[in-house]
Structure formats: structure tokens, C-alpha cells
């Protein structure tokens, strides 16, 4: 049989010293169990279970409110202990079942509402506030297994969550959004990177457009500045690339008098033996070395150009 414990309001007349318990304020589908025991103030205390529930049918504790040490208060303190054993149904926290705020099941805990970190008025699913220090969110992974990491998911289908159905293209799959105080308001958003599709997905097709947005100075449009595509081209829609590295050095001095070309004959040994024009990389070497130097590259077929 499955047990279930809602745990209503309890009143102010309950009394734990004296094991006074008002019943029309606690409805519980089992035994309650009151006991206290009270210390001298200042003295040291083992902790002792103050309230125990149980169901009907099972003597064994499902749940106990503990008291701990505290010199100021004896008998129940304000801070205690939920003991969660073994629990055939959920033990919910709310006016009901389908009001319930919080609900412990088995290893989950589960929030009906919004959960405020450093906050009394949450705004998000869960919204975290740090007013003395930097609010953060932090993973770790500890483990041996090389492709675990922590990771942040953000998944995204359509339909309802009892029968999720396949994104489709232009669909949203996730983002990272950037705000700030304007001087009398949060902005929206102002610097983004963004996830889209660009098909509509299936078991074999995943495409997507992954772009970067920022909003110029003396703006407040926000602006696409990077973008990958779908087939992998790497597009900026705004904007210049500036690549830094070698030093581009523009090679006009092949104009000058004392500037000496290659001979056409010499040339033309040399690119029959190596099969690449002299002082631009081959293949091989752009294939071993991984990389391309795109501000060196375009110098040197300038230079080959003039």
C-alpha cells in the first residue's frame, strides 16, 4: 500500500513540551508521535527526535523533525533535522498534493513554484541574486571517465512534454542571453549567442545556425556579428575580421629598382619539383602544421600578385 503524508499548517497552539497537538491543523495519513526533550539551557545535548511520523500500516518511522543543540532555546529548536527513510509515496509540502511547493520522492526534490537563491521574489524558474558577492553557477566533474565534464544542457522540443514532437527549422534550440541596468530599467537582451535550426530535425539531420550578437556602441539593436552555419561556413554579416599574427607588411617593395625577380626558367624548375610557388606553404606543410596564417597567406599572394 502506498503512503502518502501531506503536510498541512501546523498551529501556533502546538505545543511540543507538552505534546499538545491541534489534529484539524495537520492531516496525515498515518500516526504522529510527539515527544520532547527539554535540557537545561547551556547544556550539551544528543540530538533527539521531537516529532516522528509513520504510517497506518507500518510502524517504522518514515519521517522525523529532530532538535538540535542550542543554548538559547532548549527542548525543540528553531533549526532541526528532516529525516527522509524509506518512503513509499512522496511527502509533499504545500495545502495539497497539487499545490505542493516542495515534494521529497525518493532522491528527487522536487519545487512546484519558483526557486529564489538570495531572493524572496524569484522571477525565473530559478533566479539567483548575489547582492555582497557575484552571483555564479558553478559545476564540477570529478571523474576518471575522459568524456565526462560538466555541462550545462539546454534541450528544446515541441508538442508537450508527455509526447515531445521533433524541432522544426527556425525553431530556437537554446541561448545564452546578456542584460544589464540601463539607469531606470533591465535591458533585454544586448549580447547573445544563440542556437537555431535550420532544418526540421530528425533521428539523421541535426542542422543548426549557431550565431553571436552583440549591440555596437551608441546602439541598442542587437546585431549579429558571427555566425556558423549549417554546412560549417563561418559568416560575419557585420562587420570586418581582423586576424592577428604575423605582421602584415604590404609588399610594394616589389616595385622598386633593385627588387629582383625570379627568372621565368628558374620558375618554372621549381614549381615542376615542388608543385607550389616558392615562398607560399604547400600542402603538406599547411596539412601538418594544421593551421593557415590568413593575414601572412593574403600578404604573400599579394606579393605574387604585384
Known amino acids: 500500500m502506498k503512503k502518502t503524508i501531506l503536510l498541512g499548517a501546523i498551529a501556533s497552539s502546538m505545543i511540543i513540551g507538552s505534546s499538545a497537538l491541534v489534529a484539524d491543523d495537520l492531516n496525515v495519513a498515518g500516526t504522529v508521535n510527539v515527544t520532547a526533550n527539554p535540557q537545561p539551557v547551556g547544556s550539551t545535548r544528543t540530538i533527539y527526535p521531537a516529532m516522528t511520523m509513520a504510517a497506518a500500516d507500518d510502524p517504522s518511522i518514515l519521517w522525523s523533525l529532530g532538535a538540535g543543540t542550542d543554548t538559547d532555546q532548549p527542548g525543540l529548536n528553531a533549526v532541526g533535522f528532516i529525516n527522509l527513510k524509506t518512503l513509499a509515496a512522496p511527502l509533499f509540502m504545500g495545502s495539497d498534493a497539487a499545490d505542493a511547493l516542495l515534494t521529497l520522492s525518493g532522491d528527487k526534490i522536487i519545487v512546484g513554484g519558483k526557486l529564489g537563491v538570495g531572493t524572496e521574489s524569484p522571477t525565473e524558474a530559478v533566479d539567483v541574486v548575489g547582492t555582497d558577492a557575484a552571483a555564479r ?61 535550420t532544418e526540421d530535425w530528425s533521428t539523421s539531420s541535426n542542422g543548426n545556425l549557431v550565431t553571436i550578437s552583440h549591440t555596437p556602441n551608441g546602439s541598442s539593436k542587437l546585431t549579429p556579428a558571427l555566425q556558423i552555419k549549417g554546412n560549417a561556413d563561418v559568416y560575419i554579416p557585420n562587420g570586418n575580421l581582423y586576424v592577428k599574427g604575423k605582421k602584415m607588411s604590404v609588399p610594394d617593395y616589389v616595385f622598386k629598382d633593385d627588387y629582383k625577380l625570379m627568372p621565368l626558367d628558374e620558375l ?6 615542388n608543385n607550389h610557388l616558392p615562398g607560399v606553404a604547400s600542402a603538406d606543410e599547411v596539412g601538418k602544421a594544421g593551421v593557415v596564417n590568413l593575414s601572412g597567406l593574403q600578404m604573400t599572394l599579394l606579393e605574387k600578385v604585384e
Not at 618554372?268 to 619539383?273: A, E, H, L, M, S
Open 137 to 197: 553557477f558553478k559545476l564540477t566533474s570529478i571523474t576518471n571517465t575522459g568524456n565526462q565534464a560538466a555541462q550545462y544542457v539546454q534541450q528544446r522540443a515541441r508538442s508537450e512534454s508527455g509526447s515531445p514532437a521533433a524541432v522544426e527549422s527556425g525553431d530556437v534550440i537554446g541561448m545564452f542571453s546578456f542584460r544589464g541596468w540601463h539607469g531606470s530599467g533591465w535591458t533585454g537582451t544586448k549580447a547573445g549567442i544563440t542556437v537555431t535550426a
Open 268 to 273: 618554372k624548375t621549381f614549381i615542376k619539383k
